[in-house]
C-alpha cells in the first residue's frame, strides 16, 4: 500500500486556514451543526485539522489504533460524546469528518495538478483514513449513547419499586408488576441498603401486587430473606396470593424460617408486636 | 475482545492471598465495578488464590482488564504446577473436599463471577479462569 | 506477632476485625477467644465485622466455629454490622452461617446478648 506523499501532508498543513473555512461552511451547508454553538463549531474545525496535520507530520501511519493517533482518536471520542448529550443523531455526527473530504481533495487536487497519476492514490490514501476516523466517530457515539441509556435504565429500575418506611423501625418494600431477574436483584440491594441506613429491625416484602413469580424470582427473594438474617434484621414476605404459593410448593423450594402473612397489615401487626408496641383505639 | 492492561501477582505464601484480594479490588475499582459485583469477584478471588497457595502449593495469579464492545471486565487466571484435581465433578460438588474445609470454594467461587475455566489434569497443575463484567 | 484485641466489658468479651484478615490471623482470634471465654467466664461474645468488605468461606467458618465452640463453653455469640454486599456475597457463595445470633449494630447486638445471657 502506498503510503501518504509529503506533498500532500504539506498541502494540508498550507491550506489550514481554507480548509478550516471550507470545511465550515459545508457543515453548515449539510445541517450537521444544528443545534450547535457556531464558535464551537469554529473551535473544533481548528483544533481537528491541527492534530491532524501534526499527527501526519510526524509520520503518523495508516493505521489509525497506533499510539501516534491517541491525540486524534480521543478529540474525536470527546467530539462525539458531547454530541451524543446534545442529542444529536449518529448521521449528524459522522458528517463532521466526512465533510472534510470535499474541501481536502480539492485542496490535494491543486497540489498534484501536473501529477495525475498521484492524485488518484493520495485521495485514495487520504479517503481511507477518514473513513476510519469517521467510523470511529460513529463507535464512540454508540457507545456513549448506550452509556446513557443504561443509565436511565438503572434510575427507572429504582424508582419503579421505592423502599418506605411504615413505622420507626419498620421499613415496607411493596413490589409491583412482573418481576424479573435484574429488576429483583436492584431492588432487593436498595432494601439491604436502606436496612443499613435506618437502622430498622424488620423489613417487609408485600408481594401482592406480583402476578406470577418463577423459580429464579422465588430464589432471590429467598436469598434477600437470608441476606438480611445475616445483618442482623427481620424479614417479613406479605400477600402471597394462592397462586405464588402454589408456584413456590410445586418447585420444590424451602420456605422454612421465612415469616409469611396474608397482607401488609398483619405483618405490620406482626412488626409492632415484635417491636413492643401496642396500639389502642382512643375511646 | 481487546486486553486493556494485564499483569501478574505470585501467590507463594499466606500473606500473598490477602495481596490478591487487594489487588483484585483496584483493579475491578478501575473497571468501575458496582460494589455488590466487586464484593462477589474479591471474595471469589479469595477463594481462588487459598486454593492455589493450599492444594496447588502456590503459584500466580494472571489479571487482566479486557473490552468486549461496551462491556469491560476483569479477567483473573489461578495458575499452579500442583498435583492438578483427579476428580473434577467430585471436586465442583457442594459440600466436597479434600482439605478440611467447607467445600465451598471451587463452587461458591463459581457461583460468584460470570464466567468460570477450569483446567486440571492428575501431576500437570491447575488453571483456573475466571471473569466478571461490569 | 500479629494479633485481633479483645476487649473485656463486664461479662463480655468484644471483638472487631478491621484489619484484612489472612487465614493464620483468623485461626489465631479463635485460640485466643475461646482461651479468654475459658479464663474470663465470659457469658457472652460480640463480634463486630462492620469494618470487613469481605468475608469469604474461611472466615465464615471460623465465626461459625467461634460461635458453636462458645456455646459449649456457656457463652452466647452475636455477629453485628455485615455490610450488604458481604451478606449477598456470602448467601451466594452457599454460607448462610445457620445457628449464629445476628444483630444490625454494636449498641442492638449488646442487647441482644444481655436479654439472651440473663435470661437463662
Known amino acids: 500500500m502506498a503510503a501518504l506523499q509529503q506533498i500532500t501532508v504539506d498541502a494540508l498543513k498550507r491550506s489550514e486556514s481554507q480548509l478550516a473555512v471550507q470545511w465550515h461552511a459545508d457543515l453548515e451547508a449539510s445541517g450537521a451543526t444544528r443545534n450547535l454553538k457556531p464558535e464551537e463549531i469554529r473551535q473544533q474545525v481548528a483544533d481537528f485539522l491541527r492534530l491532524l496535520t501534526s499527527t501526519l507530520e510526524k509520520g503518523g501511519s495508516a493505521n489509525i489504533t497506533t499510539t501516534e493517533w491517541d491525540d486524534v482518536r480521543h478529540f474525536l471520542e470527546k467530539l462525539s460524546s458531547q454530541r451524543a448529550l446534545a442529542g444529536q443523531d449518529s448521521q449528524q455526527t459522522a458528517s463532521f469528518i466526512f465533510a472534510l473530504k470535499g474541501p481536502l481533495f480539492t485542496q490535494l487536487q491543486n497540489a498534484f495538478a501536473d501529477q495525475p497519476l498521484l492524485i488518484a492514490e493520495q485521495v485514495l490514501q487520504m479517503s481511507e483514513l477518514l473513513d476510519g476516523l469517521g467510523l470511529h466517530t460513529i463507535r464512540t457515539y454508540q457507545k456513549s449513547r448506550e452509556a446513557v441509556i443504561k443509565r436511565q435504565q438503572e434510575e427507572l429500575l429504582e424508582l419503579s419499586t421505592p423502599v418506605v418506611k411504615l413505622w420507626d423501625g419498620v421499613l415496607a418494600l411493596p413490589m409491583i408488576g412482573t418481576l424479573d431477574s435484574q429488576r429483583t436483584q436492584v431492588v432487593m440491594e436498595s432494601l439491604l441498603q436502606r436496612i443499613v441506613d435506618t437502622g430498622a429491625e424488620i423489613a417487609i416484602i408485600d408481594i401482592t401486587g406480583v402476578p406470577t413469580v418463577d423459580t429464579l424470582v422465588a430464589q432471590h427473594l429467598l436469598k434477600t430473606v437470608t441476606a438480611i438474617r445475616l445483618m442482623g434484621a427481620d424479614c417479613i414476605i406479605s400477600g402471597v396470593r394462592p397462586q405464588i404459593a402454589q408456584t413456590i410448593v410445586h418447585l420444590g423450594l424451602d420456605l422454612q424460617g421465612v415469616v409469611t402473612k396474608a397482607n401488609l397489615a398483619d405483618a405490620l401487626a406482626l412488626a409492632l408486636r415484635r417491636l413492643g408496641v401496642t396500639l389502642t383505639k382512643a375511646v | ?134 | 506477632m500479629e494479633r485481633i484485641p479483645i476487649l473485656q466489658m463486664g461479662d463480655f468479651l468484644l471483638v472487631t476485625i478491621q484489619v484484612d484478615m489472612h487465614d493464620q490471623l483468623a485461626l489465631t482470634l479463635q485460640d485466643d477467644l475461646s482461651e479468654r471465654i475459658s479464663r474470663t467466664s465470659a457469658r457472652g461474645v460480640l463480634i463486630d465485622i462492620s469494618a470487613l468488605d469481605m468475608v469469604d468461606s474461611f472466615i465464615g467458618r471460623m465465626i461459625g466455629m467461634i460461635s458453636g465452640l462458645s456455646r459449649i463453653m456457656d457463652a452466647e455469640t452475636v455477629l453485628v454490622g455485615m455490610q450488604p454486599a458481604v451478606a449477598i456475597t456470602l448467601v451466594e457463595l452457599g454460607m448462610t452461617l445457620p445457628g449464629v445470633s445476628t444483630a444490625l449494630n454494636v449498641e442492638r447486638g449488646m442487647k441482644l446478648l444481655r436479654e439472651r445471657a440473663y435470661s437463662q
Open chain 2, 1 to 134: 475482545m481487546t486486553v486493556r492492561s494485564s499483569g501478574t501477582q505470585p501467590i507463594r505464601i499466606e500473606q500473598d492471598v490477602v495481596l490478591a484480594r487487594q489487588t483484585a479490588r483496584k483493579l475491578a475499582q478501575e473497571c468501575g465495578m458496582r460494589l455488590i459485583d466487586l464484593t462477589k469477584l474479591v471474595t471469589a478471588v479469595s477463594e481462588l488464590a487459598r486454593n492455589t497457595m493450599v492444594y496447588g502449593g502456590g503459584g500466580d495469579m494472571d489479571w487482566q482488564i479486557v473490552e468486549d464492545g461496551l462491556r469491560v471486565g476483569l479477567r483473573l487466571t489461578f495458575r499452579d504446577e500442583g498435583p492438578g484435581i483427579p476428580d473434577l465433578k467430585l471436586a465442583m460438588t457442594d459440600g466436597w473436599t479434600s482439605g478440611g474445609g467447607l467445600g465451598l470454594g471451587l463452587t461458591g467461587a463459581k457461583r460468584l463471577v460470570d464466567d468460570f475455566e477450569l483446567d486440571t489434569s492428575p501431576g500437570a497443575g491447575t488453571r483456573v479462569t475466571i471473569c466478571k463484567w461490569t
